[in-house]
C-alpha cells in the first residue's frame, strides 16, 4: 500500500502544479458565470421595447391584454380598418400588430402582423392569454354560470406518492435532482477516466514506464494512478464549486438588484410570455437560496448523497481501470478507437436513455439498465431520488461491486503485459490471449 500511496502522491502534485490546471480551475467558474448570466443579460438588454397595434374586430378582447416593461399594448386603434395600421407601421422596427378576427372564437387562431419575426415570448404570452379568455367565453356560451368559471379551468398539479408511505413528492423536482446527479457522474468519468488513459500512454511512448515497472508491479501503477487522478478530480470539482458560488452569487445580485431587472421580476410577467404561476411564488422578501432549500428540502438526502458518493467513486474505478487498459494496449490516442467504443458506449447510452428513466422510473427498461453494472452508475443516480426499493438498490450495488472487482482484475492482466508492448498494434485477439499470460 506504501507504494500505491507514492504514486498517488507522485499523480496528484504533478497535475496539480501543472499551469493547465490552475488555468483551467479559475477559468471554468468564470465561464460557467458568464455563460449563465451573460446571456441573460444580453438578451434583456437587446430585447427593445415592443409596440403592440390591437385589431380586434370582435370588440371583445382589446383589453385583456396588460403591458410589461418590454411590451406595450396599444388598444386606443382597436376598431381602426387593418390595412391603414399595416401601411402606417409597414417599415417600423418592433411594432407588431395582433389582429383578431370575428371567427377567433371557432378559429381559435390569431395573426400577428410585423416587419420581423415575433419572438416565442411574445407569441406564446398572446396564445396563453387568449386561450384563457376563449375558454370563458365558450363556457358562457354554453349557459355555464360566468361564477363558476374560474373554478372549471384551475389547472390542476400533479403529485405523486408511494402507496406504502404517507409522503408525497413532486415528480419535477425528483427528475431534476435525478438528472442533475447523473450529469454529474457522467461527466466526471468521462473527463477524468480519459486523462488515466492519456497518462498511460505518455508513459508508455516515454519509455518511463520500462524504469517505474522496475520497482512497483503494474497493477500498483495501475491503482496508484487511477487514485492519483481521481484526487486531482475531486480537487478541481470542489475548487469549482467554491469559486463558482464566489463568482456566480455576486454576478446574479447585481444583475437582479439592477433596478430595471428588478421591476422585471416584480411584475406579473417577468418575460412576455411567462405563465404568471411562475412569478407569482417570488415574494420579494424570498431569496434564490431560500427558494431552493423549500424546493428540494424534502428530499432524503443522506440516502443519495451516500448512494451518490458510492455510485461516483465506484463507478469511476470501474471504467478509469478499463480507460488504463486501453491506455496499455496502444501506442498513441489515433489507435484507441477500436477498444474505445465497447468502453463509452454504456455511458453515452445511460444519458441517452435519462428521459425514458425520468419518464417511467420504475419501468423494465429503468429497472434492468439500472442494474447492469456499465449503465448503474448514472441510471440508478436518475431513478433514486424517485424512492427505489431497498432490495434493488442493494442488488445494484452488490452486482457494481463485483464486476468492479472482476474488470480491475482482468484490465490489470491486460495492463501488466500492454504497458511493455510496443510498435504492434494490438488487436482484440492479442488482447484476450494477454489475459490468460502467466507471470
Not at 91 to 112: C, F, G, H, M, W
Not at 363 to 385: E, K, N, Q
Amino acid at each position: 500500500m506504501g507504494k500505491i500511496g507514492l504514486i498517488i502522491r507522485r499523480e496528484y502534485l504533478t497535475r496539480v502544479k501543472k499551469k493547465s490546471f490552475v488555468i483551467l480551475t479559475l477559468l471554468g467558474p468564470i465561464l460557467w458565470g458568464g455563460l449563465i448570466i451573460v446571456p441573460a443579460y444580453l438578451n434583456e438588454a437587446t430585447d427593445s421595447l415592443k409596440q403592440i397595434y390591437i385589431v380586434d374586430q370582435t370588440n371583445v378582447y382589446y383589453d385583456i391584454f396588460e403591458n410589461s416593461p418590454k411590451a406595450h399594448f396599444h388598444k386606443e386603434l382597436h376598431d381602426a380598418p387593418l390595412e391603414t395600421l399595416r401601411a402606417m407601421f409597414r417599415d417600423s422596427d418592433n411594432v407588431y400588430i395582433l389582429y383578431i378576427s370575428p371567427e377567433v372564437l371557432q378559429a381559435r387562431k390569431v395573426t400577428v402582423f410585423s416587419k420581423q419575426t415575433p419572438n416565442v415570448n411574445l407569441t406564446s404570452y398572446i396564445s396563453i392569454t387568449l386561450a384563457s379568455e376563449l375558454q370563458r367565453d365558450l363556457l358562457v356560451k354554453n349557459k355555464i354560470d360566468k361564477s363558476l368559471v374560474d373554478e372549471y379551468i384551475k389547472p390542476v398539479s400533479v403529485t405523486s406518492a408511494k402507496i406504502d408511505s404517507a409522503k408525497i413528492t413532486n415528480t419535477d423536482k425528483l427528475s431534476k435532482i435525478g438528472f442533475g446527479l447523473g450529469i454529474f457522474i457522467y461527466v466526471f468519468i468521462f473527463l477524468y477516466s480519459s486523462q488515466v488513459m492519456r497518462g498511460v500512454i505518455e508513459e508508455k511512448t516515454s519509455r518511463v514506464i520500462e524504469v517505474i515497472i522496475s520497482s512497483v508491479k503494474p497493477f500498483q501503477l495501475m491503482m496508484g494512478k487511477i487514485l492519483g487522478i481521481a484526487c486531482v478530480g475531486l480537487t478541481q470539482f470542489l475548487l469549482w464549486i467554491i469559486l463558482s458560488v464566489a463568482v456566480i452569487t455576486p454576478l446574479s445580485n447585481s444583475f437582479l438588484n439592477d433596478k430595471h431587472y428588478k421591476e422585471i421580476s416584480d411584475s406579473r410577467h417577468l418575460t412576455i410570455g411567462m405563465p404568471t404561476s411562475a412569478t407569482e411564488n417570488m415574494d420579494s422578501g424570498e431569496t434564490a437560496s431560500s427558494k431552493a432549500l423549500e424546493y428540494f428540502g424534502d428530499q432524503p438526502w443522506g440516502l443519495i448523497i451516500g448512494c451518490f458518493v458510492f455510485y461516483y467513486v465506484i463507478g469511476y474505478l470501474l471504467y478509469a481501470s478499463l480507460f488504463a487498459a486501453v491506455g496499455s494496449a496502444v501506442d498513441s490516442e489515433t489507435d484507441t478507437q477500436q477498444f474505445m467504443l465497447p468502453v463509452t458506449v454504456p455511458l453515452i447510452f445511460s444519458m441517452a436513455i435519462s428521459g425514458i428513466i425520468v419518464s417511467n422510473p420504475d419501468g423494465p427498461m429503468a429497472f434492468w439498465f439500472s442494474m447492469i453494472p456499465l449503465t448503474s452508475p448514472i441510471v440508478m443516480m436518475i431513478r433514486l431520488p424517485f424512492h427505489v426499493p431497498a432490495w434493488q438498490l442493494a442488488l445494484s450495488m452488490g452486482m457494481l461491486l463485483g464486476f468492479f472487482v472482476l474488470m480491475t482484475w482482468l484490465a490489470g492482466r491486460i495492463y501488466r503485459t500492454g504497458i511493455l508492448m510496443y510498435g504492434k498494434k494490438a488487436s482484440w485477439k492479442e488482447v484476450g490471449k494477454w489475459l490468460f499470460y502467466k507471470g
